[in-house]
Nanobody, 119 residues
Framework: VQLQASGGGLVQTGGSLTLSCVASKSTLDYYSIGWFRQAPGKEREGVSCISSFDGSTYYSGSAKGRFTISRDNAKNTVYLQMNMLKPEDTAVYYC?????????????WGQGTQVTVSS
């Protein structure tokens, strides 16, 4: 399983970004994909996940209502649309793969992409 995250950048408060996670072929058929983030001095936290089984989606409290996770199996890509961004969303964002959407058990990780939200 190989994952590559991209799409980070600098955006103003209230702005939007879409992150992409391109997976190796057929990964999305068997693995759920989660998005995580880690801000400086803080622990990594799970943000959102999309299940490989039925496409169910899960969001952290901070992401709910602002972020949307989706997938395109034909493109082997999972997206994280982030709206109404806040300075506290500033972090390195990672995508990861595992069988289930259990944030404590993801085994395969991509490199991170930096998201910076200016106030």
């Amino acid at each position: 399983v190989q994952l590559q995250a991209s799409g980070g950048g600098l955006v103003q408060t209230g702005g939007s970004l879409t992150l992409s996670c391109v997976a190796s072929k057929s990964t999305l058929d068997y693995y759920s994909i989660g998005w995580f983030r880690q801000a400086p001095g803080k622990e990594r936290e799970g943000v959102s996940c999309i299940s490989s089984f039925d496409g169910s989606t899960y969001y952290s409290g901070s992401a709910k209502g602002r972020f949307t996770i989706s997938r395109d199996n034909a493109k082997n890509t999972v997206y994280l649309q982030m709206n109404m961004l806040k300075p506290e969303d500033t972090a390195v964002y990672y995508c990861a793969a595992d069988r289930n959407c259990d944030y404590s058990k993801f085994d395969y990780w991509g490199q991170g992409t930096q998201v910076t939200v200016s106030s």
